[in-house]
């Protein structure tokens, strides 16, 4: 489904003049007409969170969900928060097709008990070791073969994307003054979070290592998959989904206080 083309792509003094409209107006035709040009928002989002959808009907219920947060957006704008209208819907937009996976439970509880497991007996054994364990030890550990535990982080993978985007929603969520506040609402308690909260997200960045601080930012900013990662760092698939969840688990565990259960 095509919500949206590059005919249909507005500017922002485009966008301000229909808004304006739409607020005077009510004008429903003027409201779709801006949907249909940030249409986009909805399918880009929804591609970003694919590794979560195990269906093609998912991926379409995702991208309906978006449309439909995305009337919303228009409808709740706020243009004098300072924040553009694009940054806004993708912020809102993203998080209503997380609402939706949650709701819909798509990621089975089987997995999400499994990648817990495997966090704690790699926690346990890098205590134990002073190093990070090899793939071999950790299925030793747990009391399976290596290629039991291959398995599980291959499906594992399918849920990092979720698990990432998750943990930077809430994130905003709990700190919208990253995004939305203006010189004027900034009270001191909100500069304090804001302050903190960039600090903590530095440390917990800088706290992971240089392999790890890659692949995160070839697959969730580059629009690598992990099979062009494992080609590049010269490493399997399964390799490459281990760093990447271990990665999400270490930012999770060191943003947990942020994080909106």
Request: charged residues 30%.
């Amino acid at each position: 489904m095509n919500y949206s083309s590059k005919d249909l792509k507005i500017s922002d003094e485009e966008f301000n003049d229909l808004f304006r409209q739409y607020k005077e107006t009510g004008n429903i035709a003027v409201r779709n007409k801006i949907v249909l040009a940030y249409g986009y928002i909805p399918q880009t989002c929804a591609m970003q969170l694919r590794g979560i959808a195990s269906s093609y009907a998912q991926i379409e219920d995702m991208i309906n969900q978006g449309m439909i947060t995305l009337i919303d957006c228009v409808d709740k704008f706020d243009p004098d928060k300072g924040v553009k209208f694009e940054s806004y819907a993708f912020l809102r937009v993203k998080g209503g097709i997380i609402d939706l996976v949650r709701k819909q439970d798509w990621i089975p509880r089987r997995v999400r008990v499994t990648a817990r497991e495997i966090n704690d007996v790699r926690s346990i054994l890098y205590s134990e070791l002073g190093r990070e364990p090899t793939h071999e030890e950790v299925a030793e550990r747990m009391g399976v073969s290596p290629e039991k535990l291959r398995q599980y982080n291959a499906e594992i993978s399918n849920s990092v994307v979720f698990s990432f985007e998750e943990l930077i929603q809430n994130v905003s969520q709990m700190s919208s003054v990253l995004e939305s506040s203006t010189k004027d609402d900034i009270t001191p308690e909100k500069k304090i979070l804001k302050d903190e909260l960039r600090l903590v997200l530095r440390e917990a960045i800088d706290e992971l290592s240089e392999r790890e601080r890659l692949v995160v930012t070839l697959y969730f900013y580059e629009g690598l998959n992990l099979s062009d990662i494992s080609k590049v760092l010269d490493v399997t698939v399964q390799r490459v989904s281990q760093i990447n969840a271990r990665a999400v688990s270490k930012l999770k565990q060191k943003l947990n206080e942020y994080i909106i259960n």
